[in-house]
């Protein structure tokens, strides 16, 4: 409400009593009323909310397509063998036959249909227990002295009986290190070598190491492979080595791999696997 008012100011510069000749009221815009500012609050609650929602349901979506990817990925590296190794135990069962020791040959088919059966069981599962793990590393090491004629000796030491509960790992997380110690780290040695396996738990973690007394590496050969697995470069140390550390830091957050060696004192995979992520 307004109220215009009128003064004069006289010869004498005084200023007489001011006068009202009129009163007004001028209407609140219509955007400052009430019922708006309500309108508003509640506008901008609403879009707040379908905001957040949506943005919700975004990043939930885009976890289970990267869930799936992951998931999708662990059953493909799986499923999938060394085309070598098949091709080398191929060979070595021909090579049995060619001399004719049946026997051997059929040993060797029977542990490599065996070893087959777990591998193609294992490929649809996300995780299995260390113990089967265990079983199919024994069973794929033997399939190797066979073929190396007994030049290497192995130990897996899975200490895990006093746990309450199963420990699970991704399949096919170890072969293909346990490969390369076989191939690589003392296949070639002339005195033949050992592979030493150990699993166990600390702190809540799977600890897995693979130990080889091959040639072992120097330093900056050691170092330029673990660069080239952390900048996924692994096209020369193989899809099998690549695959796994991915698939460590894809599916662990606090996972790791490291990988100790020292020239002519063999070489050391060290795997840390987490039981509660």
Not at 149 to 170: E, G, M, Q, R, V
């Given at each position: 409400k307004y109220d215009l008012e009128i003064s004069c100011l006289n010869n004498f510069n005084a200023w007489s009593k001011p006068m009202q000749i009129a009163a007004f009221e001028v209407e609140t815009t219509i955007f400052l009323r009430w019922y708006f500012i309500v309108f508003y609050g509640v506008f901008i609650i609403a879009l707040f909310y379908v905001g957040l929602k949506l943005s919700i349901r975004y990043v939930n979506r885009k976890n289970y397509i990267l869930n799936r990817m992951i998931e999708l990925e662990q059953m493909a590296l799986s499923a999938q063998m060394n085309p070598h190794f098949i091709f080398n135990s191929l060979n070595s069962i021909?090579?049995?036959?060619?001399?004719?020791?049946?026997?051997?040959?059929?040993?060797?088919?029977?542990?490599f249909s065996k070893l087959m059966r777990q591998i193609l069981g294992n490929s649809r599962k996300w995780y299995i227990t260390a113990e089967e793990e265990c079983e199919m590393l024994t069973n794929y090491i033997?399939?190797?002295?066979?073929?190396?004629?007994?030049?290497?000796?192995?130990?897996?030491?899975?200490?895990?009986?006093?746990?309450?509960?199963?420990?699970?790992?991704?399949?096919?997380?170890?072969?293909?290190?346990?490969?390369?110690?076989?191939?690589?780290?003392?296949?070639?040695e002339e005195?033949?070598?050992?592979?030493?396996?150990?699993?166990?738990?600390?702190?809540?973690?799977?600890?897995?190491?693979?130990?080889?007394?091959?040639?072992?590496?120097?330093?900056?050969?050691?170092?330029?492979?673990?660069?080239?697995?952390?900048?996924?470069?692994?096209?020369?140390?193989?899809?099998?080595?690549?695959?796994?550390?991915?698939?460590?830091?894809?599916l662990y957050k606090d996972g790791h791999m490291r990988i100790y060696s020292k020239k002519g004192h063999g070489t050391m995979i060290k795997m840390v696997i987490p039981q509660n992520q």
């Open positions: 021909h090579s049995f036959l060619l001399f004719e020791e049946n026997e051997n040959a059929e040993k060797y088919l029977i542990r033997l399939l190797e002295q066979m073929r190396f004629k007994s030049t290497f000796a192995f130990t897996i030491d899975c200490d895990l009986k006093h746990l309450p509960t199963h420990a699970f790992i991704p399949p096919m997380l170890i072969q293909p290190y346990v490969e390369n110690a076989i191939i690589h780290g003392i296949s070639k005195e033949g070598g050992a592979v030493y396996i150990r699993i166990w738990e600390k702190h809540n973690n799977l600890m897995i190491i693979i130990v080889d007394t091959g040639k072992g590496m120097e330093e900056e050969q050691r170092s330029q492979m673990e660069q080239a697995l952390r900048e996924h470069k692994t096209g020369r140390l193989g899809i099998g080595l690549g695959n796994i550390y991915q698939r460590i830091h894809a």
